[in-house]
C-alpha cells in the first residue's frame, strides 16, 4: 500500500448546474443546497465523505471567486489556504492544473490526489471509501491517470461511458475508449457487452503524472506551467493569479483523459447517483409508492405520479391530477414544467433572467 499520508482530495464547486435551475441558480449553485433535505448541501457531504479517510489538512476546494463566502460559510473548518478562488471559469482541466500544482509546490511533490466534483449522491460510503483507497494506491504505484466508472444499470442517455480494455490488476483496467452522452441504441449495445463502465466524474492521479501529462496532451502548459509556478512561489493565499484566465478552456476529459493511452479505467462498487438534471434526479433517487420524488418538501398528491416537488422549507404543496412534472420554487421563482422538456425549461430559465 501507498504512503496514505500522500493522499489529497481536491473538490471541485465552481459550477453552476443550470439544468437543475430554479433549485440551483447563479447565485447559489446546487452543491450549495440541501437538496435532499438531509440538514447537510451536497459540498458538506461531499467534504464529510472525504474526511473520513483523508487528513482535514490534505482536503482542498477549488471554486470560483464569486462562490468563496458560500464555500467559507458552509465549512468554517477549512482553512483560507485550502480554498483555491479562481478569478474566472475555464473548465475542468485548469482547476485540475493548479490544484494540483499548489499541492505539489507547497504541501507534497509525490502527493496522489482524488478528484471529485461537489456535487454527487454517494451510498455505500465504506465501499466508496475502499475503492478510492485502492485507486490511490494505483496511482502511487502506475505512471498514468486512473478514472473510476461504475457497472451501468440502464441504457442511460446523459452519462458518459468508458470501454475497458485489457486487465492490469483486479479490478482496473486500461482505457480502451471514451463516449460522451451516446444515442439509446448505443447505449444498449455498451450495456449488452459487458464491456462499458459509466464515467462517474471522479479522477486519481499522483500530481507529477499529472504535471506530465498536461505538457504532454495540451501544448500550451508547457508554456503556462512554468510560470504558473512561478507566480504561485509568490502568492501567499490560495488567490489564483491572472494568468488563470489565459489557460485553455478544457475540461478535463477531453484535455487529458480521452486519445491518451497512459489511462486506466477503476471499476468502483459503491452506489452512486448523477444529481445533474432533474430526469436524473428522478431515476436514481427513491420515490413514493406513484412514482413521485419529493425533495424535502411536505405534500399531500392526489391521482398524481411521476412528479418532481422541490418547494422551500415551510411550503405545503397541494397537487391534484399531475403527471410527469417538475414542480420547483427557489427565491421567489415557481417553474412548472413537463420534466422531459428540456428545451422548455432552458427557456424559462431564460425569460426569468429577463424579467429579474
Avoid at 17 to 45: A, N
Avoid at 245 to 257: C, E, K, M, Q, T
Avoid at 332 to 350: E, F, T
Wanted: proline share 5%; hydrophobic share 40%.
Amino acid at each position: 500500500m501507498n504512503n496514505t499520508n500522500q493522499n489529497y482530495c481536491l473538490i471541485l464547486a465552481g459550477g453552476v448546474g443550470s439544468r437543475l435551475w430554479p433549485m440551483s441558480s447563479d447565485e447559489c449553485p446546487k452543491q450549495f443546497r440541501d437538496i435532499f433535505g438531509v440538514g447537510r448541501t451536497l459540498l458538506q457531504q461531499t467534504y464529510d465523505r472525504f474526511l473520513q479517510f483523508i487528513a482535514p489538512d490534505h482536503i482542498y476546494i477549488s471554486t470560483c471567486k464569486e462562490y468563496l463566502p458560500l464555500v467559507q460559510q458552509q465549512l468554517p473548518d477549512v482553512p483560507r489556504t485550502q480554498i483555491i478562488a479562481e478569478p474566472l471559469r475555464r473548465g475542468t482541466l485548469a482547476s485540475v492544473a493548479v490544484g494540483s500544482l499548489i499541492i505539489a509546490a507547497k504541501r507534497d511533490a509525490q502527493a496522489n490526489v482524488i478528484c471529485s466534483p461537489a456535487d454527487q449522491r454517494i451510498t455505500d460510503e465504506a465501499v466508496f471509501q475502499e475503492d478510492v483507497l485502492r485507486g490511490l494506491d494505483f496511482v502511487a504505484h502506475t505512471d498514468g491517470l486512473l478514472t473510476m466508472g461504475l457497472k451501468p444499470t440502464r441504457p442511460e442517455t446523459d452519462y458518459g461511458y468508458i470501454q475497458m480494455g485489457d486487465t492490469v490488476s483486479d479490478g482496473f483496467f486500461r482505457v480502451k475508449s471514451f463516449t460522451e452522452k451516446p444515442e439509446r441504441s448505443y447505449a444498449e449495445m455498451f450495456m449488452q457487452t459487458g464491456e462499458f463502465l459509466w464515467n462517474v466524474g471522479l479522477f486519481v492521479f499522483n500530481v507529477q503524472v499529472m504535471l506530465r501529462q498536461l505538457i504532454k496532451q495540451v501544448p500550451a502548459y508547457e508554456v503556462e506551467l512554468p510560470r504558473m509556478i512561478r507566480e504561485l512561489a509568490n502568492c501567499e493565499k490560495r488567490d489564483v493569479p491572472e494568468f488563470f484566465a489565459s489557460l485553455p478552456n478544457l475540461n478535463i476529459d477531453y484535455g487529458v483523459l480521452e486519445g491518451n493511452k497512459n489511462v486506466y479505467v477503476q471499476q468502483a462498487h459503491f452506489g452512486w447517483a448523477d444529481v445533474g438534471s432533474w430526469n436524473s434526479l428522478h431515476v436514481d433517487v427513491p420515490r413514493d409508492e406513484n412514482n413521485n420524488l419529493l425533495l424535502g418538501t411536505q405534500s399531500i398528491l392526489h391521482e398524481s405520479e411521476g412528479n418532481i416537488i422541490r418547494l422551500p422549507n415551510g411550503h405545503l404543496a397541494l397537487i391534484s391530477g399531475l403527471k410527469d412534472f417538475v414542480v420547483a420554487e427557489e427565491n421567489g421563482v415557481l417553474m412548472i414544467c413537463p420534466k422531459n422538456d428540456l428545451a422548455m425549461m432552458r427557456r424559462l430559465r431564460n425569460e426569468a433572467k429577463l424579467i429579474k
